[in-house]
């Protein structure tokens, strides 16, 4: 069996751009968010992950699942699969990098090839939606 790398994803698009983040030590952009932890919910695991890259709280009342996304990983063993669940929530705070994160960015279609298969996934959907410039 190929191994699966389970993760949530928070999706915030705002005038026809979405958010994506670089971590340290990495040159490629992620739709932030990251792996589940134990037995911890999507939900559970959106909320930390968000906080601990972006220092923002998101409001659990307002999430919404938006798609789940899954393809295989450049750079991984061979079968290595990511699966993506992604929601949008509203937040509150200022969007600030944490330290793990090194830079962050926002991401018209046109930039779809700076972020990995599984992100390009949600990139077409978001376009085809007309959500993304």
Do not use: N
Request: with cysteine; net charge negative.
């Amino acid at each position: 069996m190929s191994a699966l790398i389970d993760t949530v994803a928070w999706v915030c698009v705002e005038g026809g751009r979405i958010l994506c983040a670089r971590p340290r030590g990495k040159d490629v952009f992620y739709i932030p968010g990251g792996k589940r932890e134990g037995a911890e919910s999507d939900l559970e695991t959106l909320l930390r992950e968000i906080e601990e890259e972006l220092t923002v709280l998101l409001d659990p009342q307002t999430a919404a699942h938006v798609g789940t996304y899954e393809a295989g990983v450049p750079g991984l063993p061979d079968g290595a699969v990511v699966r993506m669940a992604c929601y949008t929530a509203e937040y509150r705070g200022e969007l600030i990098p944490s330290s793990e994160i090194e830079e962050v960015a926002w991401f018209s279609y046109a930039d779809r090839d700076r972020v990995p298969p599984v992100d390009q996934s949600l990139f077409d959907d978001l376009a085809a939606a007309g959500e993304l410039a």
